[in-house]
């Protein structure tokens, strides 16, 4: 069994920068992707940005440009930068697998309030 859990949020600025940290535990094995999803109040939870087992990213074309995904495998944790931020972009933001979600992997998130 995978956990996730995230950390890294926060209340911020328009403009300003925050890094997220995903770390994994269990069987993190059976994992190949990982992905950052988000939440915002009121609305589905989208996608963010995505790292394959290769290493290849995908990003939400709304982050493209100010979010860069990494991950450092060998302290089994993915992080997200993101920079020049946006009101748009506060949610709770979570980690999962990447490109097909595992329902049961959701954790509490982490949150990020971004001020205008």
């Known amino acids: 069994q995978v956990q996730f859990v995230e950390s890294g949020g926060g209340l911020v600025q328009a403009g300003g920068s925050l890094r997220l940290s995903c770390a994994a535990s269990?069987?993190?094995?059976?994992?190949?992707?990982i992905g950052w999803y988000r939440q915002a109040p009121g609305k589905a939870r989208e996608f963010v940005a995505g790292?394959?087992?290769?290493?290849?990213?995908n990003y939400a074309d709304s982050v493209k440009g100010r979010f860069t995904i990494s991950r450092d495998n060998a302290k089994n944790t993915v992080y997200l930068q993101m920079n020049s931020l946006k009101p748009e972009d506060t949610a709770v933001y979570y980690c999962?697998?990447?490109?097909?979600?595992?329902?049961?992997?959701w954790g509490q998130g982490t949150q990020v309030t971004v001020s205008s």
């Open positions: 790292m394959g087992s290769g290493g290849r990213t």
């Open positions: 999962n697998q990447f490109p097909s979600v595992r329902s049961h992997l």
């Open positions: 269990g069987s993190t094995f059976s994992i190949n992707g």
